[in-house]
C-alpha cells in the first residue's frame, strides 16, 4: 500500500479508537462531564473519518464532500472541550446552560457557513489543483473565516488552561491527576496542529485526537476520570451538616464548608488560604493544640461555644481523622458534629432520673408503711371477724349472712396487702430464690389443709392425685404462695358442693402440675391478661373479687418464671377452669421435706 492509503487505514482505527472511548464514557452516562466527553469523541471520530476520506479522494468532489465530513466534528470539538472544562471545575454553575448556549453560538456558525462556502467563499477561497505532488490532490486556498475560527479555537483552548491553573494547585493528588488528563487530551492536538504552520503538508490533528483517545482512556480506567470530579466532591463537601476543615501536611487551612463558618465564624476573617491553623484559630486555644497534638488520626474530643447572649452553649464532638495518599499522610480533616441536642436530651434525663429516684424512694416508704401499719391491723381484723362470724353463725343470727359479705371483704382485703407485698419485694428483688428439693405431694397436702376451712364454707370437695415418689426443686415459700393462690382462685369461682382436684404428671425432666376445678370459669378480661403476657396490670379494688384474681394470678406467674417454668390454662364458661404449671424436678429431695417435717413434729 501506498504512504496516503497507510495513512488512510491509521485514521480510520484512531476514529474506531474514539469511538471505544466514547462508549467507556458512556457507561457514566448519568454523569454531564461523561455526556461532553461522548460528544467530544464523536466529533474527533468525524473529524478522523472525514480526513481519512480526503486522503483517498480522486477529484475535486470527492474532497469538499470529505470536508463536510470532517466539518461535522471540526468547529464544536474544541468549544465542546472548554465546557467539558467548565463542568469538571464547577464554574459558573448557576448559569450553565446560557453559558453553554452562547459558546456554542460560533461553533453553529461555522458549521453552516462552511456548509454554504459555495455561495459565499469566505472559508475557503479557491481549490488548486495539486500537479508537483499527488499529495493533497487540492490546495486549499484559506478565507477570512477560517483564519478567525482558527484563532478562536487556540483562544478556546487557552481558557481552558487557564481555567485549570488555579485548580490545580488547590486540588488533591487524584484530582490533579485528572487535571493532567484532560489538559494532555487538547494540548497534543494543538501541538500537532501548530506545525500546518511551518509548511507540513499532512494535517496531523486528527492523529492529535487519536493520541487523546489514548490519555483519556487510560485517566477513565486508571484515576476513575469522569467518576470522581471536582465538581461533585464540592457539592458533597458544602452540603454536609457537619462542619469540615481540612488541613495540609504543614497544619495549614487549605479549604473549610459552609457548615464550618457557623461553628467558627473566624475563618471568614482570613482572606488568603492556606493558612496556618494556629494563626486562624488563634482566639481557642483549647481547639488548637488537641489538633496539632493528633498523631494517629481517629481521635476525639468536645468543644462548645458560648451564644452571643451567653445564655446557651452549643457543644460538638471534634474527631481528626488523616487524609492519605497511596498509604502516606498529606493532610487531616476536622469534623464538628452538632452534639447540642443530645447533651440537652442527656440533662433532661438526668433530671427525669432524679425525679424517678426520689418517686421509687417515695413508693419504698409508702410500702414500709403498708408491710408495718396496714397489714397487721388487717390480719387481726380477719381473725377478729371470723370469730365473731362463727358465734353468729352459731346463734343463727339475722345478721349473720351480712356479717359473712363483710368477713369476705376483709379477708380479700388482707389477701390483697399480702399480693402486694409479695409482689414488691420480688420487683426489689428482696425475694431471695433458694431452690431445694421438695416432696410435691406434702406440699400440695399442707396448701390443701390451709384452704379446708374456706373450701368448707361453700361445700366444696379438695382432692389431690399425686404419685408419693414426685419431687420437685423449688424455693418453699414461693411454690406455697403459687398453690394458694391458684386454690384461692379455684374456691373463688367454684359454685357450691363443687369440687377442685390437684394433679401431677412427668414430662422429660419437669412436673407438670395441674389444678381442676368445675367453677364457673374466668372472665374475659383475666383470659385477656393471661395471654397478652402483661407484667402488670393496675392494683385492683378489695371489692372487685375479678381484679384481686387477676393480681394475684399475674404474681404466681412470676413466680413460676422465676423456677424456670411456665404457665397455662384451659378455661370453658360454665364448664370449670384448668391451669397448669411446671416445675423442674428432683430426684434427690425426699428427705429435705421429711427433715423439715420430724423437726416441726419435735
Known amino acids: 500500500m501506498s504512504t496516503v492509503q497507510w495513512l488512510s487505514v491509521l485514521l480510520f482505527l484512531a476514529a474506531g479508537f474514539m469511538i471505544y472511548v466514547a462508549f467507556l464514557s458512556y457507561q457514566q452516562r448519568h454523569l454531564p462531564v461523561a455526556r461532553t466527553m461522548i460528544l467530544i469523541m464523536i466529533g474527533a471520530a468525524w473529524y478522523a473519518t472525514g480526513y481519512a476520506f480526503e486522503l483517498l479522494s480522486r477529484n475535486l468532489y470527492e474532497v469538499k464532500l470529505s470536508l463536510q465530513i470532517e466539518y461535522v466534528g471540526i468547529p464544536f470539538v474544541t468549544t465542546l472541550w472548554l465546557f467539558q472544562v467548565i463542568q469538571f471545575s464547577g464554574t459558573a454553575s448557576r448559569y450553565r446552560k446560557r453559558l453553554a448556549l452562547a459558546l456554542f453560538v460560533i461553533p453553529v456558525g461555522v458549521f453552516f457557513s462552511h456548509l454554504t462556502n459555495e455561495w459565499h467563499h469566505l472559508f475557503y477561497e479557491q481549490y488548486i489543483f495539486n500537479e508537483s505532488s499527488s499529495f493533497p490532490l487540492y490546495i486549499t486556498v484559506k478565507g477570512p473565516w477560517y483564519k478567525a475560527h482558527t484563532l478562536y479555537n487556540y483562544f478556546v483552548l487557552l481558557c481552558g488552561f487557564f481555567l ?157 481523622s488523616f487524609i492519605y495518599d497511596s498509604g502516606t499522610p498529606i493532610g487531616k480533616m476536622i469534623l464538628f458534629n452538632d452534639i447540642t441536642e443530645l447533651k440537652e436530651n442527656e440533662a433532661r434525663l438526668r433530671e427525669s432520673a432524679n425525679q424517678l429516684l426520689e418517686l421509687n424512694s417515695f413508693k419504698d416508704k409508702m410500702f414500709t408503711v403498708v408491710a408495718h401499719d396496714v397489714r397487721d391491723p388487717i390480719a387481726h381484723l380477719v381473725s377478729i371477724t371470723e370469730l365473731l362470724g362463727e358465734e353468729l353463725a352459731a346463734d343463727k343470727n339475722e345478721h349473720a349472712e351480712l356479717f359473712g359479705v363483710l368477713q369476705g371483704q376483709v379477708q380479700n382485703t388482707f389477701y390483697l396487702v399480702e399480693n402486694l407485698l409479695d409482689w414488691y419485694r420480688n420487683q426489689k428483688g428482696n425475694v431471695v430464690f433458694r431452690p431445694l428439693g421438695w416432696n410435691l405431694q406434702q406440699v400440695v397436702r399442707q396448701a390443701l389443709l390451709l384452704a379446708e376451712s374456706k373450701a368448707g364454707m361453700k361445700h366444696i370437695v379438695l382432692s389431690e392425685q399425686i404419685d408419693e415418689k414426685f419431687t420437685v426443686s423449688a424455693d418453699k415459700e414461693m411454690l406455697d404462695l403459687i398453690l394458694r393462690n391458684l386454690l384461692s382462685n379455684a374456691i373463688k369461682f367454684t359454685g357450691i358442693g363443687g369440687w377442685i382436684e390437684i394433679g401431677a404428671e412427668l414430662d422429660k425432666d419437669k412436673i407438670v402440675v395441674t389444678i381442676r376445678d368445675n367453677g364457673e370459669g374466668m372472665d374475659e378480661e383475666t383470659v385477656d391478661m393471661l395471654r397478652r403476657d402483661d407484667t402488670f396490670i393496675k392494683v385492683p379494688d378489695p371489692e372487685q373479687g375479678a381484679g384481686h384474681a387477676r393480681f394475684g394470678l399475674m404474681l404466681t406467674r412470676e413466680f413460676i418464671a422465676i423456677h424456670g417454668g411456665n404457665l397455662w390454662f384451659d378455661s370453658v364458661p360454665g364448664v370449670g377452669t384448668t391451669f397448669f404449671f411446671t416445675l423442674h424436678r428432683s430426684r434427690d429431695g425426699m428427705d429435705v421435706i421429711d427433715d423439715r417435717k420430724e423437726g416441726e413434729e419435735a
Request: proline share 5%.
Open 164 to 320: 485549570f491553573i488555579p485548580m490545580y494547585w488547590r486540588s488533591s493528588s487524584i484530582v490533579r491527576k485528572q487535571i493532567i488528563v484532560l489538559t494532555m487530551g487538547a494540548a497534543v492536538p494543538l501541538l500537532f496542529n501548530i506545525t500546518l504552520w511551518f509548511g507540513m503538508v499532512v494535517d496531523l490533528t486528527p492523529f492529535g485526537f487519536a493520541v487523546s483517545g489514548i490519555v483519556y482512556a487510560w485517566g477513565i480506567l486508571r484515576f476513575n476520570l469522569l467518576r470522581f470530579t471536582p465538581l461533585a466532591l464540592t457539592q458533597v463537601f458544602d452540603t454536609i451538616r457537619d462542619g469540615v476543615i481540612l488541613l495540609d501536611y504543614k497544619d495549614q487551612i487549605v479549604s473549610y464548608n459552609k457548615a464550618a463558618e457557623g461553628v467558627l465564624p473566624e475563618l471568614t476573617l482570613t482572606k488568603h488560604y492556606p493558612a496556618y491553623v494556629g494563626e486562624v484559630l488563634s482566639a481557642n486555644p483549647e481547639l488548637i493544640q488537641p489538633i496539632l497534638d493528633s498523631h494517629h488520626g481517629n481521635e476525639r474530643f468536645s468543644f462548645y461555644r458560648s451564644q452571643a447572649d451567653g445564655y446557651k452553649n452549643t457543644y460538638y464532638q471534634c474527631s481528626v
